[in-house]
């Protein structure tokens, strides 16, 4: 299901919010949420996080910012995608991810955080899964 203009708007406008808090926070917050529900997901990344806490912020900004054109970000999502199979994700861990990451916003957003809110982020990071998935299933690992 295609996100509408409203949702867009939406999304992009809470991510400014969001984004006012600094990443190596979200970074530990995210990944704190996620190791602790997902203890097995520890072993895919380095020791030393602070490297990853900014990719991922930079990751999410760039998928944020460039929503007005989701075909051609797409393209983009599922070559990450592809790369993320090489690293030992599974179709089974985005729901997990997809999870903490939800839970990650609504701390971070709090009042900001509404019913509107996340059935976009929700409806968004479902699209961007079931992308990842796809594509995921058509890379070959040795």
Known sequence: MELSHSQVQLIKNTWVIFRKIDPAIVGDVFYSKLFLENPSFRRMFPKKMDEQYKKVMDMLSVIVGRL??????????????????????????????????????????????????????????????DTMIAAASTENVE
């Open 68 to 129: 007005d054109n989701l075909d051609d970000l797409m393209t983009d999502i599922a070559a990450l995608a592809r790369r993320h199979v090489h690293y030992g994700v599974k179709p089974e861990y985005y729901m997990p991810v997809g999870k903490a990451l939800l839970w990650t916003l609504e701390q971070g957003l709090g009042r900001d955080w509404d019913d509107a809110a996340k059935e976009a982020w929700t409806q968004w990071y479902t699209q961007i899964a």
